[in-house]
């Protein structure tokens, strides 16, 4: 199942790339061939651009693909990189835990607010940020049982 779902948001995060590229395309075509620019493009493409890199990083993004100091890292003898895995994945799980209530007002509070263009939400296109969060904390909560314990829960962490 968890599998399953790892694929879907990787079709989703697909989906939102397809989306962006052909909005930057037509908003190219638009501007500098018939020279009647379209606004809600740019918007749509930042909108796409925002949503991929959160959700890709909160949902699709493997361990092994995170950005590390593997210069540092990589020097470490196995024991110290379980220690290591375990204080940062710990700090990230009480810095998003302790900051998550706060994002969820603000972006519940921003439903006041839409788009110059498309008149979408803010808290809805800002939700993503949540997902985001949720995904980091769930994440590096397994990073940490995984150092702690020396057993890797089986699906997608």
């Known amino acids: ?52 890199i959160l959700w890709g990083a909160g949902l699709v993004l493997r361990d092994e693909e995170e950005i590390r100091f593997d210069v540092i890292y990589g020097a470490m003898p196995p024991g110290i990189k379980r220690v290591a895995d375990v204080i940062t994945g710990t700090t990230v799980v009480v810095i998003f835990g302790w ?23 803010f808290d809805v296109l800002y939700s993503v940020y949540l997902i985001f969060a949720v995904g980091q904390i769930v994440r590096h909560a397994l990073i940490v049982w995984r150092s702690v314990t020396g057993k890797r829960l089986t699906g997608r962490p």
């Open 99 to 121: 900051s998550l209530p706060a994002m969820a007002d603000y972006v519940a509070f921003m439903k006041v607010e839409k788009t110059a263009y498309l008149g979408i939400r």
């Open 1 to 52: 199942m968890i599998g399953w779902l790892g694929r879907r948001a990787e079709d989703v995060l697909s989906a939102l790339l397809v989306v962006m590229f052909v909005a930057f395309m037509l908003q190219i075509v638009t501007r500098y061939v018939l020279n009647a620019p379209l606004s809600w493009t740019a918007e749509l493409s930042t909108l796409c651009w925002v949503w991929g």
